[in-house]
């Protein structure tokens, strides 16, 4: 993968760069705030991009939401020495695709990277059970939002989770015009407060929101 690396430790920075390029990741670059991290992640368009929470100028989170909704398409991997809770799930609110904390075990944080690069959440086993606890029946509140979304938004967060993540595939499943998928999907985001396709997808697959959801492409619009 083509990586870029944010944070603000240059320590920290040769260490990873270092693992990160004995296996074979390309490290395209280093930055040593949350606006470097902009800057550099919008001209060089990396895969992804290892990021601090704790940054200066722009704070990482701020960043990742950023990124997130700028470029979807690249990953954002959270690597960060903050154990808050609310910090984690601000995180894969914002678009994050995985979240560690640093003291985190090499063979540990490369399974997680690989899985962020397959399209998985990279989540260590403990982090993923405060997220899944969180968003799911634990937490009466987490389910509002869910019920607000219609039928036909169901329909598109089912065909996603089934792969299909492009304007138009989801419009030729569904034989409707790209513009009202573009509809939906802003629907969907807004009622579920988050900012990518990537953060539904995940949300959706946490949930079990769509597990064996029919998808009847004669329904209305």
Known sequence: ?????ADDHPLFRDG?????????????AE???????????RRLQPDLVLMDLG???????TATRIISSEMPQIKIFVVTVSEEDDDLYDAIKSGAAGYVIKNVRSELFFELLDDVAQGKQGLPPALADKVLSEYSGDN???????RELTKRELDV??????????????????????NTVKYHLRNI??????HNRAAVVAHAVRHGLVQSRPVDADDES
């Open 1 to 5: 993968m083509r990586i870029v690396i």
């Open 31 to 41: 930055a040593n705030n949350g606006q470097e991290a902009l800057e550099l992640t």
């Open 16 to 28: 990873i760069r270092s693992l990160l390029e004995a296996r074979g990741h390309e490290v395209l």
């Open 157 to 178: 967060l089912a065909l996603m989770v089934a792969g299909l993540t492009s304007t138009r595939e989801l419009a030729d499943q569904l034989v409707i015009s790209e």
């Open 189 to 194: 985001l807004d009622k579920l407060h988050l």
């Open 140 to 146: 009466p509140e987490a389910h509002e939002p869910h």
């Open 55 to 61: 940054m200066p100028v722009i704070d990482g989170l």
